[in-house]
């Protein structure tokens, strides 16, 4: 069984994410946002998406899959995957097509059968 | 008379039939002990004889939350959850009873007879190595299966506490200590883990709440049994065991509890007889209980116990331990009992033989019912109560986390414990945090939002 140690490890190591958090459904996020909220960022972002995530589906307009947003200098890209989250920040430079696959692969190759 | 010796009376009167005498000394000693695990015991296997379920599944859970590797107590369960018809859980605990290596042989055939098998037909599974060899005193081997085991059922508290025991054996005091606090969220009353924390907490340099904690253990211990087993395997340690407590049964009990004794003495009367008179007793309580493990090692001195692979330590150990020991031996003889006048208050062994700490501990122990009833509660949410009240903010935090970690299926309490936390200026910051993160585990992002936002902002105010 995957760690969410190990996962977070492999997103670090995709081209441009500077900080990744990641969690399964019932799990504490872990991970290291590039030093942005030091040890509360990967919670309160993670936290802070999972609202959105409520609210939308309160609106009954489904389950998102995937949240992107960009500030003045950086990406970020959440993603969800079977029973895994994860959110990447990077750099105006991150190629987000490119992560999100990457991410997407990385995320369903630890994802286990029948979650 | 001991509450060992008590209970040996008790067991005694049950196996020859005398329920009622079994039940009167029973209600005496849990009158003065209310969790006294043998006592519990008896009282559990009365009820089973009466087909009162219920009653005898409470007294199980209690006996086997204060000693959960008890092999008799969980053999019971398995035979009132066999009456009940849960075929699963009764083989569990029957199953259970034989991982746990009974000394007593009709024990084992009854949990044999519940998992219907041969016992040379039995696979010998990771738990049983694992107490074979914390019984062998080899404690690497020991953690090693122990490890397999937890893995293999991890809702096992028995075998969660033997891991903790061979980490304790091997001197990894603070793996140990995490073992003790799963072991202490199962079962609150677990008296073995209780000893090892106090034992880890005194060699930390916290002696004092060391000892707090292993005084509290008397309250369900009055004898201290465990502690001076776990404790006597130590060359040396900074705790003092509390001297043992004793309880009078009244003339009339201990009279029928064997034919062969002669009415209590009278003051001025020659105690020679009652020497004599009291040793027939105790060697027709040998008899019946001699397989008994506990009986066997409540009946020698702690240096003789039997299972312990450190005998020779013991007798080698530092004066405290020796000295208890001494006294212990001393203590076992039933004609001081008969000597001493009739008290309903519980004795304290002799002044100049207990230390100031131990005679408050032994009051205490030897409180009343309304004391007693009271009880001790070892888990890991009274221990980090406990660690806020004397302010230590480091230690509440780690076991605060721990708590967060372990994802305790009682959703709310964690919610109180962590609410009462934020409270303190000291803990806010962090609390704040492992409330988000207990939020995030239960499925609350808002909340779990809020709480990190509160925990940034104290972050941000400290840095200011």
């Known amino acids: 069984m995957t ?24 799990e504490i996020p872990t991970g290291d946002l590039g030093g942005h909220g030091g ?3 990967p919670g309160l972002l993670s936290a802070s998406i999972g609202t959105m995530e409520q609210a939308v589906e309160t609106m009954g307009l489904g389950q998102i899959a995937e949240i992107w947003f960009v500030t003045q200098d950086t990406q970020c890209l959440a993603l969800r995957s079977g029973q895994w989250q994860a959110v990447v920040i990077g750099g105006l430079d991150l190629d987000v097509d490119n992560v999100r696959d990457g991410l997407t692969s990385l995320l369903a190759a630890n994802d286990e059968p029948g979650a | 008379m001991r509450p060992s010796e008590a209970a040996a009376l008790a067991r005694q009167a049950l196996a020859d039939g005398e329920s009622a005498l079994a039940g009167s000394i029973t209600e005496r000693l849990l009158a003065e002990f209310a969790s006294y695990p043998p006592a519990r015991l008896v009282r559990a296997l009365l009820a089973e004889q009466a087909n009162d379920t219920d009653a005898a599944l409470d007294d199980l859970r209690a006996v086997t939350s204060s000693e959960p590797t008890n092999s008799e107590a969980r053999a019971a369960q398995a035979r009132l959850f ?4 849960d075929t699963d859980r009764a083989r569990m605990a029957a199953r259970q009873s034989v991982e746990l290596i009974p000394n007593e042989p009709e024990v084992l055939e009854s949990a044999l007879e519940i998992l219907n098998v ?15 060899h914390l019984n062998c005193g080899w404690p690497d ?32 005091l603070s793996a140990c ?34 000892q707090e904690l292993l005084d509290r253990i008397g309250r369900i211990d009055p004898e201290f049994r465990e502690a001076r087993e776990l404790l006597g395997t130590l060359e040396v340690h900074r705790l003092v065991l509390p001297g043992v407590v004793e309880i009078d049964l009244p003339p009339e009990l201990v009279r029928q509890s064997n034919g062969t004794v002669e009415p209590v003495a009278e003051p001025g009367a020659d105690s020679a007889p009652v020497e004599a008179q009291t040793a027939d007793g105790r ?102 109560r406990h660690l806020i009240e004397q302010s230590e903010w480091t230690e509440a935090e780690r076991v605060l986390t721990d708590i967060v970690t372990a994802n305790d299926p009682d959703v709310s309490r964690v919610d109180g414990l962590l609410l009462e936390a934020v409270a303190h200026r000291e803990l806010r910051g962090s609390a704040w945090k492992l409330l988000g993160d207990h939020y995030m585990q239960t499925g609350r992002p808002q909340a779990a939002a809020d709480a990190y936002l509160r925990a940034a902002n104290v972050a941000g105010g400290s840095t200011e």
């Open chain 1, 3 to 26: 760690s969410a140690a190990d996962l977070h490890a492999g997103i670090q190591r995709l081209p441009g994410v500077t900080g990744a958090a990641v969690w399964k459904i019932g």
């Open chain 1, 39 to 41: 040890s509360i960022g």
């Open chain 2, 82 to 85: 066999q009456r009940r018809g």
């Open chain 2, 118 to 132: 041969e016992p040379d037909a039995l696979e010998t599974s990771a738990a049983v190595l694992a107490r074979v």
């Open chain 2, 141 to 172: 081997l020991a953690e090693r299966h122990a490890r397999v085991a937890v893995s293999e059922s991890p809702e096992r508290v028995d075998v969660r506490l033997t891991l903790a025991e061979a980490l304790w054996r091997l001197g990894r």
């Open chain 2, 177 to 210: 200590e995490a073992e003790c606090r799963v072991v202490a969220d199962q079962a609150e009353e677990c008296v073995r883990a209780a000893v090892m924390r106090a034992h880890i907490l005194s060699e930390r340099g916290r002696t004092a709440e060391g």
């Open chain 2, 283 to 384: 060697e027709g309580q040998a008899e019946t209980l001699g397989d008994s493990a506990v009986q066997d090692q409540l009946s020698q001195p702690v240096e003789d116990l039997p299972g312990s692979e450190d005998q020779v330590d013991t007798a080698g150990s530092v004066a405290v331990t020796g000295e208890e020991s001494a006294v212990s031996s001393e203590q076992l003889r039933l004609d001081e009992v008969a000597e001493e006048p009739v008290s309903l208050d519980a004795e304290e062994t002799p002044a100049g033989e207990v230390p100031p700490v131990s005679s408050d501990a032994a009051a205490e122990a030897a409180a009343p019912t309304d004391e007693a009833d009271v009880g001790a509660d070892f888990s890991t949410f009274d221990w980090a």
